[in-house]
Nanobody
Framework: QVQLVESGGGFVQPGGSLRLSCAAS????????MGWYRQAPGKERELVAR???????NYADSVKGRFTISRDNAKNAVDLQMNSLKPEDTAVYYC??????????????WGRGTQVTVSS
């Protein structure tokens, strides 16, 4: 089994910063892709950023230049540094990973989510 645990959400004023962290644990052989998604009330879950094992990254247009995703392959961990936060960034943020387990199965795993609220 594989588990993703997020941390770092919270409340921040517009223009502020937060850093989200996520660590994967369990029967992991390697991790292909790690990323962050978010879901605001009444909206569908959307990709925020993702990072491939080799280091390539993708960002949603709405966060480019403000958010930075980084990854520590040795620790099976991914961080999301969020700067210049806006009220529209308010959402539950979910860590996601495409994991190859020790049984060679490919698993799409999700964390439970962490709330980010941006408000004055």
């Amino acid at each position: 089994q594989v588990q993703l645990v997020e941390s770092g959400g919270g409340f921040v004023q517009p223009g502020g910063s937060l850093r989200l962290s996520c660590a994967a644990s369990g029967s992991i052989l390697w991790i292909n892709v790690m990323g962050w998604y978010r879901q605001a009330p009444g909206k569908e879950r959307e990709l925020v950023a993702r990072i491939i094992s080799g280091g390539s990254t993708n960002y949603a247009d709405s966060v480019k230049g403000r958010f930075t995703i980084s990854r520590d392959n040795a620790k099976n961990a991914v961080d999301l540094q969020m700067n210049s936060l806006k009220p529209e960034d308010t959402a539950v943020y979910y860590c996601s990973a495409e994991i190859v387990s020790t049984t060679r199965a490919t698993i799409q795993s999700w964390g439970r989510g962490t709330q980010v609220t941006v408000s004055s």
